[in-house]
């Protein structure tokens, strides 16, 4: 009896440490991937760096949405000359205010023998401790080299040490090295023949898929003592990150990506029609739903499900207005809970949906129809045909069509247009209780508006029980893991990926669908860090190879 | 059986069903009078203040001897040439430039907007005309002497209304800086009102229909958000606004075709003017106000007893606008206290305010009391949006 007592607390305690599911099955990984900062991480990630107080002013070339996110678009992104002009100018912009007399105290570890000249002990220490952040690995002897070379001739030229290392500073910004997260491979020691991400690459992956940011020293520290090439060690440092409070930035970024808030920058609404959606309304809306997400995902550890059908919610003065509800405390975000009888229910019914998903002056039930489809369920409703005539449905004041339903449904009878309608306008029409701005009504044009409908065989009566179709659909939360893995690699699952997907399925499923689960599978799993064999020479970031030095990022 | 007393009886059964039936016509009534029609709240927010002034296009009516000067015309005009030459530095000083000088003409040197008395200047030009906005105050047909009024002159309303009071319109009818054409002097509070300050709010409760209520409460507070505007700069409706714990005042009163009209009561109105916060003390105010139909917005009247003190104490201080306002403080402080019509001393006779009437405008809002701990968790369900 004693020994196998003894077996099952063997077993009990390896379930403890590895999971009670299934072993992970093998995959084949991706190809290595050179993904461009998004703007979000340069930010933070100068922040990280050097802290809140220096300021990021301008913008960056917006990234191509790519199977539906912007982080699989940084994968195919180049920079242009003109695009090279703008982060020139941000990295000088930073590089001045870090050696500025209000920061340079804290910023810079020495103080020079002289300002008005060279100093390269000075200058070596600063690049020595920035060095590695800002590439996010080791510094090589040479490239320090030549970084304090170049610092102090400027520093000679001008007569000023720390412009001499502002010079050197904004040269590190604007390298491939900084601009771009590129996967770094070795060859794998367990597998022979084939490469896996070094441990620089995987701290990189880790962080910005966790946080959206760089590593912290933690992490780098964990990757340079090569904790997370161990299982253990990866797990404690995946435990540590899923347990800060950064982790929400991290998923703010993920849902940001996914439910296309990028697009909330071109977003216009007439002034005459929707007077109460002014530009805060613009930004809280955005604000709302990701405050939404990180209090049930996060705080609350919740169903992923439940974003669908949720109630509870925040809210700030300006969204009152349009929401037309009271306010606690108008100047800042407070809790909300729409009343079971309200019509809202669900982050679909947030006005960083609704308003979003409609044209400038009036709802549109195809595009919202679309977005549900395209952003929740990842299915693909096909572009219409060029040779659409659209005056029917743009029409809102045709006597005979008064509402979107009416409008929709003459439209539909020209064949062409049937087919995909038929997929996107039961969700849409759904959802047509909410005007263009997002604003709750009941009529369009002195008409009641009909919000019932059927989805997949699934009938339902109005606008908050969509969001129950939505949570119970299958597609819903298998969508998401797509959606999630693909934001983690900068790809889509690749085909030698399959068994993996479903294993991460099954395992949001058995985890409760709950999104600091799933993150905790990815990241310590074997796929999220798996190269798939390169049929040439070994992927390597812009202008080197994998296994050369980086460039110097000083100017010539 | 049991007998009905007229030879006929009823079946137990029908008996059992009759009393069932009965105790349940009775539960219903019982149910009704315990859950009457729900009372409905109305929260308004006060977007615009301004004096009710009837003006005709060319002013000919209301003001034949024209409008008034502004104190630094009076006091040039008393000077020589030579002064004025030498004031103006041979006419390269603009005399915009001397306001100090017209303000500090006291015999010592005082400030006349400070001490009105102590020169005497021309007399304030007067509001001629028989029409004015406003409402009767005082209860007489004549303006006679009350207990609590001194005599004076009434108004018409352009609509035909007879005894209306409205002695401050009579003061300043005639001066520019309170006429549609300059009026600055309350245009810029509201420009301030509208830039983020925080407005006056009334809270109307126990609303049966917004067309007709027989007794409301109202209740007036003093905002501690401010207003917000949309990209054409009207002020939108519905915005939430917490109440500051003290200006708080109710008063009663009822909504007739829908208008709402409510009972005196003294009251401070908080503003923000030129730079400076201040208040009007109404005495005896009410309010007259349209509410729209859908309780987004309002319009109307507040009229009451604006007192003297009050008002001095806010023109004392905003009297270096008189160049531009074109207001005369030694002409202006004796005319109201020639024309004062309400409260008078009981010692001296002297009235201590004057009948007035304020055009007002409102949108909705949501009011937040401090002590709605829950406000903001869920939408109140008397509210009338």
């Keep these: 009896m004693v020994p196998s007592f003894r077996h099952c607390l063997a077993v009990v305690a390896a379930l403890a440490l590895f999971g009670c599911g299934p072993s992970e099955p093998g995959s084949s990984g991706g190809p290595p991937q050179v993904r461009r900062l998004t703007e979000e991480q340069y930010r933070n990630t100068i922040a990280d760096l050097f802290g809140r107080d220096i ?11 790519t199977d539906g996110l912007l982080e699989i678009g940084a994968a195919r992104a180049a920079i242009t000359s003109s695009a090279f002009e703008q982060y020139d100018l941000i990295a000088r912009q930073i590089a001045a205010q870090v050696v500025d007399e209000d920061h340079r105290d804290v910023l810079v570890p020495c103080s020079p023998a002289s300002p008005t000249g060279a100093d390269a002990a000075c200058a070596r220490a600063f690049f020595a401790r920035i060095g590695p952040q800002i590439y996010r690995r080791p510094l090589e002897a040479k490239t320090l080299d030549r970084l304090v070379e170049v610092s102090c001739g400027a520093a000679s030229s001008v007569h000023d040490f720390y412009a001499g290392l502002a010079f050197g500073l904004a040269g590190m910004l604007e390298t491939p090295e900084f601009l771009f997260l590129a996967d770094y491979t070795e060859p794998d020691p367990d597998h022979p023949g084939q490469r896996r991400l ?3 690459s995987r701290a990189s992956r880790l962080s910005f898929l966790l946080w959206n940011s760089m590593p912290d020293a933690a992490l780098m520290q964990a990757a340079q003592d090569g904790e997370l090439n161990s299982r253990r060690g990866l797990r404690r440092q995946v435990e540590r990150m899923l347990d800060s409070p950064r982790l929400a930035q991290g998923v703010r970024a993920f849902f940001a990506d996914m439910l296309g808030f990028d697009t909330f920058d071109t977003l216009a609404k007439d002034p005459i ?12 809306a955005q604000e709302q739903t990701l405050r939404t997400i990180t209090e049930l995902l996060i705080a609350k550890k919740g169903d992923y499900r439940d974003l669908f059908t949720t109630r509870e919610t925040v809210i700030s003065g300006s969204l009152g207005l ?25 982050i679909i019914t947030q006005l960083s949906f609704v308003a979003l998903h409609s044209h400038p002056g009036r709802s549109s039930a195809t595009l919202r129809g679309k977005a549900v489809r395209e952003i929740f369920l990842c299915q693909k409703v096909p572009d219409p045909p060029g040779n659409v005539n659209f005056s029917l449905v743009q029409d809102t004041k ?6 979107a339903r009416q409008r929709l449904t003459a439209h539909r009878s020209a064949p062409t247009c049937a087919g995909c309608h038929k997929i996107m306008d039961p969700m849409g029409l759904a959802l047509e209780n909410f005007d263009g701005a997002g ?36 597609a819903t939360t298998s969508c998401l893991v797509n959606r999630l893995y693909g934001y983690a690699v900068g790809r889509p699952p690749a085909a030698g990926e399959k068994d993996w997907m479903k294993y991460l399925q099954a395992g949001f499923a058995e985890n409760g669908y709950r999104i600091p689960d799933l993150l905790r599978l990815i990241a310590t799993s074997d796929a999220f860090y798996a190269i798939a064999p390169a049929p040439g020479p070994a992927p390597a970031a812009p202008g080197r190879s994998a296994s050369a030095p980086p460039p110097t990022g000083a100017r010539s | 059986m049991m007998g009905n007393g007229k030879g006929a009886s009823v079946p137990l059964s029908v008996r059992k069903g009759l009393l069932i039936a009965a105790l349940a016509a009775v539960a219903l009534l019982a149910n009704a009078a315990a859950d009457p029609p729900r009372k409905k709240t109305l929260g308004l927010a006060i977007t615009a203040w301004r004096t009710a002034l009837y003006e005709t296009p060319d002013g000919k009516e209301e003001c034949p001897d024209g409008l008034n000067l502004g104190g630094d015309q009076i006091w040039l005009a008393t000077l020589t040439p030579e002064q004025k030459d030498k004031l103006t530095r041979h006419g390269t000083v603009e005399t915009t430039q001397l306001r100090d000088y017209a303000l500090e ?35 007489t047909e004549d303006g006679r002497a009350t207990s609590k009024t001194c005599g004076h002159e009434k108004f018409v309303t352009p609509d035909g209304s007879k005894g209306i009071d409205n002695q401050w319109y009579r003061v300043i009818g005639c001066t520019y800086g309170w006429r549609a054409a300059g009026g600055y002097t309350e245009e810029m509070p509201n420009g301030e009102l509208r830039d983020g300050g925080h407005p006056i709010l009334v809270e109307i409760t126990g609303i049966d229909d917004l067309r007709n209520s027989k007794d409301v409460q109202v209740a007036f507070f003093h905002a501690t958000d401010g207003m917000i505007k949309d990209n054409a700069g009207r002020i939108l409706p519905n915005s939430s606004y917490r109440v500051a714990k003290d200006y708080l005042y109710a008063t009663r009163g009822r909504i007739v075709d829908g208008v709402l009209t409510t009972n005196p009561i003294d009251i401070h109105f908080p503003f923000y003017a030129h730079f400076m916060h201040s208040e009007r003390f109404i005495k005896d105010a009410r309010l007259s106000l349209n509410l ?14 604006y007192d003297l003190d009050s008002f001095w104490s806010y023109m004392a201080r905003i009297g270096e606008l008189f160049t531009v306002a074109h207001f005369d403080c030694p002409a202006l402080y004796e005319a109201v206290h020639r024309l004062a019509d309400g409260y008078p001393d009981p010692k001296t006779g002297q009235c201590t305010a004057m009948s007035a009437a304020f055009g007002v405008e409102a949108v909705s809002g949501y009011i937040i009391h401090p002590d709605t701990k829950t406000a903001g968790m869920s939408q109140p369900a008397d509210q009338v949006r």
């Design chain 1, 55 to 65: 300021k990021v002013a301008g913008h960056f070339d917006p990234l191509n949405r």
């Design chain 1, 198 to 200: 070094d441990v620089w």
């Design chain 1, 273 to 284: 029609i929707y007077p109460a959606f002014v530009q805060q309304v613009t930004d809280d």
């Design chain 1, 322 to 346: 349009v929401y037309d509800v009271p306010v606690a405390k108008p100047d800042g975000w407070v809790p909300y809970s729409f009343a079971v009888d309200d019509p809202r229910a669900g």
């Design chain 1, 398 to 403: 045709n006597p005979n069509y008064k509402t």
């Design chain 1, 439 to 474: 604003q709750y009504r009941t009529t369009e044009n002195d008409t009641p508006i009909d919000a019932s409908g059927e989805v997949d065989g699934i009938k339902f009566t109005g606008t908050a029980e969509l969001g129950k179709v939505v949570h119970d659909n299958p």
């Design chain 2, 105 to 139: 003409r006291g015999p010592h040197g005082e400030d006349v907007c400070w001490n009105p008395a102590v020169v005497k200047d021309p007399p304030q030009k007067t509001v001629q005309g028989k029409k004015s906005f406003g409402i009767n105050l005082d209860g």
């Design chain 2, 292 to 305: 729209a139909a859908d309780g987004k917005s309002a319009a109307g009247l507040v009229a009451g007893y």
